[in-house]
């Protein structure tokens, strides 16, 4: 199974990775975590792309599909892959069906998690970060025990200054536009599945494992 899953900030796709690579057995691939391993091992890979946003800037696509392109080999995606946070664009779409036909492969499912902008807003706007590890809590949703500490390192949470209401609705904005072109390519490889993420992220888990099942 090689799942590619989508969805706007703030629908939930990191969360629905990590449960369905629990839940399936499949490594969860995200550029992310991806980019910053690379960084911290210092690889070839990495060390670009250290220099490259050390100096402010963005790291191109090629260097973030070269990243793909190297993980594809590790042996742990021998079953499939849940992967997360890529593709954004038509082109890095197109260019992950390049990548992945070299060594055999194929895209076999895309589920996008289709949200609201209410729902998306209230989420971002409540979300706490760790300030060491990463990982995600929400004011409301799903608060630590400690209040302002993180559950598993005990490091504290700060909300990213971006998680306010004027710059989601901007984000969602330019989502939008890039999303559009990527619908139209999946939807015309009849790989693309939408499902409502604004339900309880138990019942989107469901839904997408009853997706895979039928693939």
């Not at 703030?10 to 995200?30: D, F, M, N, V, Y």
């Not at 210092?42 to 599909?65: N, P, R």
Request: hydrophobic share 40%; net charge positive; charged share 25%.
């Amino acid at each position: 199974m090689h799942l590619v899953l989508l969805g706007p900030p703030g629908a939930g796709k990191g969360t629905q990775a990590k449960r369905l690579a629990e839940k399936l057995s499949l490594p969860h691939i995200s550029t992310g975590d991806i980019l910053r391993q690379n960084v911290k091992t210092g690889s070839v890979l990495g060390s670009q792309a250290k220099g490259i946003m050390d100096k402010g800037l963005l790291v191109s696509d090629d260097l973030v599909a070269a990243m793909l392109d190297e993980r594809f080999n590790n042996p742990d995606i021998k079953k499939g892959f849940i992967l997360d946070g890529y593709p954004r664009t038509l082109s890095q779409a197109e260019t992950l069906d390049e990548i992945l036909s070299r060594k055999g492969l194929a895209v076999d499912l895309v589920v996008y998690l289709n949200t609201s902008d209410e729902v998306i807003i209230k989420r971002l706007t409540g979300r706490l970060v760790c300030s060491k590890c990463g990982a995600n809590f929400h004011a409301l949703n799903m608060p630590p025990k400690v209040i302002g500490l993180c559950d598993n390192c005990q490091s504290v949470l700060y909300q990213r200054t971006d998680d306010n209401e004027i710059t989601v609705r901007k984000r969602l904005e330019v989502y939008k536009n890039e999303v559009a072109s990527l619908i139209k390519y999946y939807n015309q490889q009849r790989k693309l599945h939408s499902l409502n993420a604004d339900l309880d992220a138990l019942e989107v888990l469901e839904q997408i494992t009853l997706l895979c099942a039928k693939v």
